[in-house]
């Protein structure tokens, strides 16, 4: 095997407070653009890598791509009119928007949600996981020139997409999880079709196992590479299983349980090496956890009920003065929901803290001086981020 | 790492032979039922409400006319157009409409080359607009409440031993839950015959604006705390609320508005009247139409002198409205008002009687003539002449005046109108006040879905006791040999409404009733009393199948007369109130044209 | 009733006979109606008029039949006297609706006379042989329920629910 | 209750103003600037509020005020606060606690493009974060008119017109108004 030693002396120099000194006129440096196109399932967004050979000494995000004004334009709707909208800050999990502006407006409405919409809401949530999750195990192989991969996971989520189609008559932005409930029951014989998907489900994981975390090129470029020293979770706000991979057994479901999740049994994955591999083993993990919470909540959730709650008339609905902070466990970490209510019929400030706000950002220019260029998109990937949350 | 991971992946060779998973032709795949494509939107039974549109976080929806859909009482004829360039699928317009006529098909793959093929008005010519599959909402709408809130009521068993109020009124907070049930939509208030801003002052009661709600109030009516009562509130009939639900309880809104400010605040927001124009009419007849005519002519500095025959004004609402539905203080409130617009009332002062039309006609620069329907009508059948035998408009106005009125133990009453009712009604109190039981039959023409009372003025009734034989009709008022009335003998209509709302009433002979009783009470139609014209002034005046004729700003062919009410047009408060406002807005251009000429 | 009317109650009639006696009943009709104009007051005067207006229709309808050849052959058969023909033939004879009838009163006299006429009407056209008199009674006989169904519908909107 | 022990211990040290609980978990309560920094590390340090979940702002601007809200979390205890520092709109200057969570860099960089609030000192703050050449007011300040915005920026697609259901009836059943 080659064993790439870098010659440490070429590297910039840094002054007293810690800046580099970086002349490109000198001929060692180069400036080099990962991104903005979508670089494997990263998102939107780029690296302003600089690079010293194949040596990354310093990278610099930038977002904006995407940016909607999501906050901005919510604050010009009435509270039943931001509920399309907020689906739209997450392609790959949206229902966690759904699910955390239903509730900070509940909160501060004093709504109470009936049991049903509660187990619907966490079956949503955990579909939304998981497809999350086929994403990053497809795009994690893809990083790295593993196509087939992404061929197979995307071939897993498009089964669970005909679910979600079927359940809340869309695929991608499902709108289903209204303020004061969810929009309807299950479909007739939803749950053997889903366990075919689960099943099927199953049998792909397998074959990821045999041909992904099995395999000898995956783990030489995963291993060791990327590591996030855990003592910097804090300072960088890392969460979910960014965090789970270094050890932290930390998992809103379980420390600060939501929804039916007190209910459920489930364990959390972890892992202790903190590096890309490990990242992606603590969400291989996640999927199975998923696909039994599944499982068990169209065990255990209760065959009828209301769906939603008495809700004011959403056409003049005013929400008095207070402000509230609701949060869940997204397959990226912590995902929350600052709602700020004015006594008006429209919100006075809606701020979204997605997980990737806080690792693509000040976590992954931390990372990324002294990888190998062809590592970073891997190592992207491997914090899960989707830039949208970035600059809603 | 060993050998083992080198070749283990290669197992998933495995798959080569696998049937692709791949979908050959996506255009034409059949989504899933819920599936929330391109709308689809029953036409006969949207109802243009708009509230799609106002839903809408994209502005995708404008409200169009459409070729074929009439503007009509509860539909404003228009109709959702939808701009798919900027609809995001949410749906909530589907969750929000009030008749549950806006879904979604199921359809999704539509490739056209002109851009504004996708901006169309659903429901008319799609190829999938009979489609069964696509998004519907489950059960009914839970965007807006479908439950009007509950009125508190005094039950029958209290009620009917006295005239008191019988509904109590909404509290704030009850009348916050009603108020938040209106979706503001405004098809109301085309039926409303004052026109009144319903949405307006229902969003007052929201806001808990009262002030505000009572000076939107009185934009259209001064009556309205009478109107808050007594209102037909036909309103409610095109309430877009009631398609899945009950319609908005307009009438006690607004009730709720005036119970809310003191009568002081009230004379403190309608302000004083504008400066005096030395300009002086007068008025015939204290009712409704007469004085908000009176209202609005002495607001705008006009002297006004209402002529009234009896001895209180009010007219109908005070001689016809028993007080158990509209208390005579609420009234004298709204006719306070009024008067401290500087309106003199002379009271006990008949036309024809007192004072001559010849005197007003020279004394005043118009005169409007708002006499109202005070005559009763009788059958005329058999034993209907002699004692024994009442009109209901007489009787009501005797019991206003505290007269002392005959109350047998058993009685029968003809009609089947709110007039019916309403004697029926007060007889049953002052039976059970002096018999300790009620006993009231009424007997109506009509089937009682054709009742021309109000439905609740029914059900009140009949939970007070009184007896109601629908489709009867009356033949003969029965008497013993001494003269006394001893029942009412009626046969069975067999005929029914025409496509029209016409009704001839048929017989069936054979089918024969005695209703007892040794009183009956006609409440049938009623007429004016318009001897008080003369025989030269109704000879020189053009008539109207038996009404003074009329033009559509309410003059009568006599250039000084001007007329407005029952007596013209009918049949309730609130359109008497429409008309004096109208009859005073053409009196005052009259005023100020005669004032250019000069 | 009258004696002459009375010898009319049993037996055969011819056509001629008949023929008059409608004529003559429209006749009195439309007199009546028309010397009622000026004794009404002029609010009702409306009613009084449309209903004289009407009669003439019929007058003139007769009129013109007199002078229908087809009609002229057809005179002298003999038909059922109608059953009806009683209370029709009355109508002849005016009542007094007194010096300023109201318009209940001249309403409740109108719908007696349609009435009286329909019955009339309908017998004649089952027995008179097919041809233009009988269209002509058929014709009638279509009017005066229609006219009486209008009545009455004038009858309930006036004096039942008016004002209700 | 916690959260009430904790309020007692830190309100007279830190001149917080009333705790603000929002059902046993999450609660806010107000500090006044120049007590942030030292309410902060105590939080981070001593009760293990080591957790900064956002900072973000909130315009009130009828008052004349920025919000900010700085989430701590204590992960172990479950405990959510919500600080709040309110700062003059003119000045619109807040104290950077890069230092104390370098994530917050990132944090301080977006309120300065979108709400035009400075932290002076904040690693890159004057660097465009999402924005770029943007000239206009920021945008995320309630007097930033984003609808008349975009009307000036985009051209609607013509042909576009509706009617008020109740002002439509009007001119078909009244148009005189009675």
């Given at each position: 095997?080659?064993?790439?030693?870098?010659?440490?002396?070429?590297?910039?120099a840094?002054?007293?407070?810690?800046?580099?000194?970086?002349?490109?006129?000198t001929?060692?440096?180069?400036?080099l653009w990962q991104?903005?196109?979508?670089?494997?399932?990263?998102?939107?967004?780029s690296?302003?890598l600089?690079?010293?050979?194949?040596?990354?000494?310093?990278?610099?995000t930038?977002?904006?791509?995407?940016?909607?004004?999501?906050?901005?334009?919510m604050?010009?709707r009435?509270?039943i009119q931001v509920?399309?909208?907020?689906?739209r800050?997450c392609?790959?999990?949206?229902?966690?928007?759904?699910?955390?502006?239903?509730a900070?407006?509940e909160?501060?409405?004093?709504i109470?949600?009936p049991?049903?919409?509660?187990?619907?809401?966490t079956?949503?949530?955990e579909?939304?996981?998981?497809?999350?999750?086929m994403?990053f195990?497809g795009?994690?192989?893809?990083?790295?020139?593993?196509?087939?991969t992404?061929?197979w996971?995307?071939?897993?989520?498009?089964?669970?997409?005909?679910?979600?189609?079927?359940?809340?008559?869309?695929?991608?932005?499902?709108?289903?999880?209204?303020?004061?409930?969810?929009?309807?029951?299950?479909?007739?014989g939803?749950e053997?079709?889903m366990?075919?998907?689960l099943?099927?489900?199953?049998r792909?994981?397998?074959d990821?196992?045999?041909?992904?975390f099995?395999?000898?090129v995956?783990?030489?470029?995963?291993?060791?590479v990327?590591?996030?020293?855990?003592k910097l979770?804090?300072?960088?706000?890392?969460?979910?299983?960014?965090?789970?991979?270094?050890g932290?057994?930390?998992d809103?479901?379980?420390?600060?349980?939501?929804?039916?999740?007190?209910?459920?049994?489930?364990?959390?994955?972890?892992?202790?090496?903190?590096?890309?591999?490990?990242?992606a083993t603590?969400?291989?993990?996640?999927?199975?956890?998923?696909?039994d919470?599944?499982?068990?909540?169209l065990?255990?959730m209760?065959?009828?009920?209301?769906a939603?709650?008495?809700?004011?008339?959403?056409?003049?609905?005013k929400?008095?003065?207070?402000?509230?902070?609701?949060k869940?466990?997204c397959?990226?970490?912590?995902?929350?929901y600052?709602?700020?209510?004015?006594?008006?019929?429209?919100?006075?400030r809606?701020n979204?803290?997605?997980?990737?706000?806080?690792?693509?950002?000040?976590l992954?220019e931390?990372?990324?001086?002294?990888?190998?260029?062809?590592d970073v998109?891997?190592?992207m990937?491997?914090?899960?981020?989707?830039?949208?949350?970035?600059?809603? | 790492?060993?050998?083992r991971e080198?070749?283990?992946?290669?197992?998933?060779?495995?798959?080569?032979?696998?049937e692709?998973?791949?979908i050959?032709n996506?255009?034409?795949r059949?989504?899933?039922?819920?599936?929330?494509?391109?709308?689809?939107?029953?036409?006969?039974?949207?109802?243009?409400c708009g509230?799609?549109?106002?839903?809408?976080?994209?502005?995708?929806?404008d409200?169009?006319?459409?070729?074929?859909?009439e503007?009509?009482?509860?539909?404003?004829?228009?109709?959702?157009?939808?701009d798919?360039g900027?609809?995001?699928?949410?749906?909530?317009c589907v969750?929000?409409c009030?008749?549950?006529?806006?879904t979604?098909?199921?359809?999704?793959?539509?490739?056209?080359?002109?851009?504004d093929?996708?901006r169309f008005?659903?429901?008319?010519?799609?190829?999938?607009?009979?489609?069964?599959?696509?998004?519907?909402r489950?059960?009914?709408?839970?965007?807006?409440?479908?439950e009007?809130?509950?009125?508190?009521e005094?039950?029958?068993?209290?009620?009917?031993?006295?005239?008191?109020?019988?509904?109590d009124g909404?509290?704030?907070a009850?009348?916050i839950?009603e108020?938040?049930?209106?979706?503001?939509?405004?098809?109301c208030?085309?039926?409303c015959?004052?026109?009144?801003?319903?949405?307006?002052?229902?969003?007052?009661?929201?806001?808990q604006?009262?002030?505000?709600?009572?000076e939107?109030?009185y934009?259209t009516n001064?009556?309205?705390?009478?109107?808050?009562?007594?209102?037909?509130?036909?309103?409610?009939?095109s309430?877009?609320?009631l398609?899945?639900g009950d319609?908005?309880?307009i009438?006690?809104?607004?009730?709720?508005?005036v119970?809310?400010?003191p009568f002081?605040?009230?004379?403190?927001l309608?302000?004083?009247?504008?400066a005096?124009t030395?300009?002086?009419?007068?008025?015939i007849g204290?009712?409704?139409?007469?004085?908000?005519?009176?209202?609005d002519l002495?607001?705008?500095?006009?002297?006004?002198?209402?002529?009234e025959?009896?001895?209180?004004a009010?007219?109908?609402m005070?001689y016809?409205?028993?007080?158990?539905?509209?208390?005579?203080?609420a009234l004298?409130r709204?006719?306070?008002?009024?008067?401290?617009?500087?309106v003199?009332i002379?009271t006990n002062?008949?036309?024809?009687?007192?004072?001559?039309?010849?005197?007003?006609?020279?004394?005043y620069?118009s005169?409007?003539l708002?006499?109202g329907?005070?005559?009763?009508r009788?059958?005329?059948?058999?034993?209907t002449e002699?004692?024994?035998v009442?009109?209901?408009?007489?009787l009501?106005?005797?019991?206003t005046?505290?007269?002392?009125?005959?109350v047998?133990?058993?009685l029968v009453?003809?009609?089947?109108g709110?007039?019916?009712m309403?004697?029926a009604?007060?007889m049953a109190r002052?039976?059970?006040?002096?018999?300790?039981?009620?006993?009231?039959t009424?007997?109506?023409?009509?089937d009682?879905?054709h009742?021309?009372?109000d439905?609740?003025?029914?059900?009140?009734?009949?939970?007070e006791?009184?007896?109601?034989?629908?489709?009867?009709?009356?033949?003969?008022?029965?008497?013993?040999?001494?003269?006394?009335?001893?029942g009412l003998?009626?046969?069975?209509?067999?005929?029914?409404?025409?496509a029209?709302?016409?009704?001839?009433?048929?017989?069936?002979?054979?089918?024969e009733?005695?209703h007892?009783?040794?009183?009956?009470?006609?409440?049938?139609?009623?007429?004016?009393?318009?001897?008080?014209?003369?025989?030269?002034?109704?000879?020189?005046?053009?008539?109207?199948r038996?009404?003074i004729?009329?033009?559509g700003?309410f003059?009568?062919?006599?250039?000084?007369?001007?007329?407005?009410g029952?007596?013209v047009?009918g049949p309730d408060?609130?359109?008497?109130?429409?008309?004096?406002?109208?009859?005073?807005r053409?009196?005052?251009?009259?005023l100020?044209?005669?004032e250019?000429?000069? | 009733m009258?004696e002459?009317n009375k010898?009319?109650?049993?037996?055969k009639?011819?056509?001629?006979?008949?023929?008059e006696?409608?004529?003559e009943?429209?006749?009195v009709?439309?007199?009546?109606?028309?010397a009622?104009?000026?004794?009404?007051?002029?609010?009702?005067?409306?009613?009084?008029?449309?209903?004289?207006?009407?009669?003439?229709e019929?007058?003139?309808?007769?009129?013109?039949?007199?002078?229908?050849?087809?009609?002229?052959?057809?005179?002298?058969?003999?038909?059922?006297?109608?059953?009806?023909?009683?209370?029709?033939?009355d109508?002849?004879?005016t009542p007094?609706?007194g010096?300023?009838?109201?318009?209940?009163?001249?309403l409740?006299?109108?719908?007696?006379?349609?009435?009286?006429?329909?019955?009339?009407?309908?017998e004649?056209?089952?027995?008179?042989?097919?041809g233009?008199?009988?269209?002509?009674?058929?014709f009638?006989?279509?009017?005066?329920?229609?006219h009486k169904?209008?009545?009455?519908?004038?009858?309930?909107e006036?004096?039942?629910?008016?004002?209700? | 209750?916690?959260?009430?022990?904790?309020?007692?211990?830190?309100?007279?040290?830190?001149?917080?103003?009333?705790?603000?609980?929002k059902?046993?978990?999450?609660?806010?309560v107000?500090v006044?600037r120049e007590?942030?920094?030292g309410l902060?590390t105590?939080?981070?340090?001593?009760?293990?509020?080591?957790h900064?979940v956002?900072?973000?702002?909130?315009?009130?601007?009828e008052?004349?005020?920025?919000?900010l809200?700085?989430?701590l979390?204590?992960?172990g205890?479950?405990?959510t606060?919500?600080?709040?520092?309110m700062?003059?709109?003119?000045?619109a200057?807040?104290?950077?606690?890069?230092d104390?969570w370098?994530?917050a860099?990132t944090?301080?960089?977006e309120?300065?493009?979108?709400?035009?609030?400075?932290f002076?000192?904040?690693?890159?703050i004057d660097?465009?974060?999402?924005?770029e050449g943007?000239t206009?007011l920021p945008?995320?300040?309630?007097?930033?008119?984003?609808?008349?915005?975009s009307?000036?920026?985009?051209?609607e697609?013509p042909?576009?017109?509706?009617?008020?259901?109740?002002?439509y009836?009007?001119?078909?059943?009244?148009?005189?108004?009675?």
């Amino acid at each position: 095997m080659f064993n790439f030693k870098p010659d440490r002396t070429q590297y910039p120099a840094a002054d007293a407070d810690g800046k580099l000194e970086i002349d490109l006129e000198t001929g060692k440096y180069l400036k080099l653009w990962q991104g903005p196109n979508h670089p494997g399932i990263t998102g939107n967004m780029s690296v302003e890598l600089t690079v010293c050979g194949d040596e990354v000494v310093e990278g610099k995000t930038h977002v904006g791509y995407l940016h909607r004004g999501f906050e901005k334009l919510m604050e010009r709707r009435t509270f039943i009119q931001v509920f399309p909208i907020v689906c739209r800050v997450c392609v790959p999990e949206p229902d966690f928007n759904e699910y955390c502006y239903a509730a900070a407006v509940e909160d501060l409405a004093g709504i109470e949600v009936p049991e049903y919409a509660t187990w619907m809401r966490t079956l949503i949530l955990e579909m939304g996981r998981f497809n999350s999750y086929m994403m990053f195990l497809g795009g994690i192989g893809g990083a790295l020139g593993l196509g087939i991969t992404g061929q197979w996971m995307t071939y897993v989520r498009d089964l669970m997409l005909d679910r979600f189609e079927e359940l809340t008559g869309a695929r991608i932005y499902h709108m289903f999880i209204l303020p004061g409930g969810v929009r309807g029951h299950l479909p007739e014989g939803f749950e053997a079709r889903m366990e075919e998907v689960l099943s099927t489900a199953e049998r792909y994981l397998d074959d990821i196992d045999k041909v992904m975390f099995s395999n000898s090129v995956f783990k030489t470029r995963t291993k060791g590479v990327g590591v996030i020293d855990p003592k910097l979770f804090e300072p960088y706000g890392v969460t979910g299983p960014n965090a789970r991979a270094g050890g932290v057994a930390k998992d809103l479901r379980k420390d600060s349980p939501y929804l039916v999740y007190d209910q459920l049994d489930f364990e959390v994955a972890t892992a202790t090496d903190s590096d890309i591999f490990a990242r992606a083993t603590v969400r291989r993990g996640d999927v199975q956890t998923s696909i039994d919470l599944i499982r068990q909540i169209l065990r255990k959730m209760p065959k009828d009920g209301p769906a939603m709650a008495r809700i004011p008339n959403v056409l003049h609905w005013k929400i008095p003065r207070g402000e509230t902070y609701i949060k869940g466990e997204c397959s990226r970490g912590e995902y929350g929901y600052y709602l700020v209510t004015d006594g008006t019929g429209y919100p006075r400030r809606i701020n979204v803290r997605g997980p990737s706000y806080t690792h693509a950002m000040a976590l992954l220019e931390h990372l990324i001086p002294g990888t190998n260029i062809s590592d970073v998109a891997a190592l992207m990937v491997s914090l899960h981020t989707y830039p949208p949350e970035i600059e809603r | 790492m060993g050998l083992r991971e080198v070749l283990t992946p290669f197992t998933v060779w495995k798959h080569v032979f696998d049937e692709p998973v791949t979908i050959k032709n996506p255009i034409g795949r059949p989504a899933a039922d819920r599936y929330r494509g391109f709308h689809q939107n029953d036409m006969a039974s949207c109802i243009g409400c708009g509230t799609c549109e106002a839903i809408c976080q994209n502005a995708a929806i404008d409200m169009v006319p459409v070729d074929g859909i009439e503007t009509r009482t509860g539909d404003s004829g228009l109709r959702p157009q939808i701009d798919y360039g900027r609809c995001c699928w949410c749906a909530l317009c589907v969750d929000v409409c009030m008749t549950g006529s806006l879904t979604m098909s199921n359809e999704y793959t539509w490739v056209d080359t002109d851009p504004d093929a996708f901006r169309f008005v659903p429901g008319l010519e799609e190829p999938w607009k009979d489609d069964e599959e696509g998004y519907e909402r489950e059960g009914k709408r839970v965007l807006s409440g479908i439950e009007r809130i509950h009125m508190e009521e005094m039950p029958p068993e209290t009620r009917i031993s006295n005239f008191e109020e019988i509904v109590d009124g909404y509290s704030r907070a009850e009348a916050i839950l009603e108020a938040d049930r209106c979706v503001e939509c405004g098809l109301c208030v085309a039926t409303c015959p004052a026109h009144m801003s319903i949405p307006d002052y229902i969003a007052a009661v929201r806001d808990q604006d009262y002030d505000r709600g009572l000076e939107i109030l009185y934009e259209t009516n001064p009556f309205s705390e009478v109107c808050g009562r007594v209102c037909t509130h036909k309103c409610e009939t095109s309430c877009a609320a009631l398609h899945e639900g009950d319609p908005i309880a307009i009438r006690w809104l607004k009730r709720h508005i005036v119970d809310e400010v003191p009568f002081d605040r009230r004379l403190e927001l309608i302000g004083k009247p504008a400066a005096p124009t030395g300009r002086k009419v007068a008025i015939i007849g204290a009712g409704p139409a007469g004085l908000t005519a009176a209202f609005d002519l002495a607001r705008a500095g006009h002297g006004v002198v209402v002529f009234e025959a009896l001895s209180h004004a009010g007219g109908m609402m005070r001689y016809g409205i028993p007080e158990y539905r509209l208390p005579y203080e609420a009234l004298d409130r709204d006719i306070g008002v009024i008067e401290a617009m500087g309106v003199e009332i002379r009271t006990n002062c008949r036309v024809g009687r007192d004072v001559t039309m010849d005197a007003l006609r020279r004394d005043y620069d118009s005169v409007i003539l708002a006499i109202g329907l005070n005559m009763g009508r009788s059958t005329r059948v058999p034993g209907t002449e002699g004692p024994g035998v009442e009109k209901a408009v007489d009787l009501l106005r005797r019991i206003t005046d505290g007269e002392e009125v005959p109350v047998p133990e058993r009685l029968v009453v003809i009609g089947g109108g709110n007039v019916a009712m309403d004697i029926a009604r007060s007889m049953a109190r002052l039976q059970m006040q002096k018999y300790g039981r009620v006993g009231v039959t009424l007997t109506a023409l009509e089937d009682i879905d054709h009742f021309l009372a109000d439905r609740e003025e029914i059900v009140e009734s009949r939970e007070e006791g009184v007896q109601i034989f629908d489709a009867r009709g009356p033949q003969e008022v029965v008497r013993d040999e001494s003269g006394a009335v001893t029942g009412l003998r009626t046969w069975r209509v067999k005929s029914i409404f025409d496509a029209d709302g016409r009704f001839a009433p048929a017989y069936d002979e054979g089918d024969e009733q005695i209703h007892e009783g040794t009183m009956v009470i006609e409440a049938i139609g009623q007429m004016a009393d318009t001897s008080l014209l003369e025989e030269a002034l109704t000879e020189a005046l053009e008539w109207n199948r038996g009404r003074i004729r009329i033009d559509g700003a309410f003059r009568t062919s006599e250039p000084w007369l001007f007329a407005a009410g029952d007596a013209v047009k009918g049949p309730d408060v609130i359109n008497a109130v429409a008309d004096g406002h109208r009859v005073a807005r053409t009196v005052m251009d009259e005023l100020a044209a005669r004032e250019v000429m000069q | 009733m009258s004696e002459m009317n009375k010898a009319k109650l049993s037996g055969k009639t011819t056509i001629r006979e008949i023929f008059e006696t409608a004529t003559e009943f429209e006749k009195v009709a439309h007199r009546f109606y028309t010397a009622l104009i000026p004794n009404v007051s002029k609010d009702i005067r409306w009613l009084v008029e449309e209903l004289a207006e009407e009669e003439l229709e019929h007058v003139d309808l007769f009129t013109k039949l007199a002078k229908d050849p087809a009609v002229e052959a057809v005179m002298v058969a003999e038909i059922a006297r109608p059953v009806a023909d009683g209370k029709f033939s009355d109508c002849v004879q005016t009542p007094d609706l007194g010096p300023n009838p109201d318009d209940q009163a001249v309403l409740q006299y109108a719908l007696m006379r349609e009435s009286a006429a329909m019955d009339q009407y309908t017998e004649l056209a089952e027995s008179t042989p097919v041809g233009p008199l009988k269209d002509a009674f058929v014709f009638l006989a279509n009017e005066e329920t229609k006219h009486k169904a209008e009545l009455e519908k004038i009858y309930y909107e006036v004096v039942h629910s008016g004002g209700v | 209750m916690e959260m009430r022990h904790l309020h007692a211990l830190l309100k007279q040290r830190h001149s917080l103003g009333q705790l603000e609980p929002k059902g046993g978990k999450l609660a806010f309560v107000t500090v006044p600037r120049e007590n942030l920094r030292g309410l902060l590390t105590e939080l981070r340090d001593v009760h293990g509020f080591t957790h900064l979940v956002l900072l973000t702002a909130v315009d009130w601007m009828e008052d004349g005020l920025f919000q900010l809200t700085y989430m701590l979390n204590n992960r172990g205890r479950d405990m959510t606060l919500g600080i709040r520092v309110m700062l003059d709109r003119q000045e619109a200057q807040g104290d950077s606690i890069h230092d104390l969570w370098p994530t917050a860099a990132t944090y301080q960089r977006e309120l300065k493009e979108m709400f035009g609030i400075d932290f002076p000192g904040s690693p890159r703050i004057d660097e465009e974060f999402i924005l770029e050449g943007w000239t206009d007011l920021p945008p995320y300040r309630r007097d930033f008119d984003s609808l008349a915005y975009s009307q000036q920026t985009y051209a609607e697609r013509p042909g576009r017109v509706t009617h008020d259901p109740r002002e439509y009836m009007k001119s078909k059943l009244y148009p005189d108004g009675v």
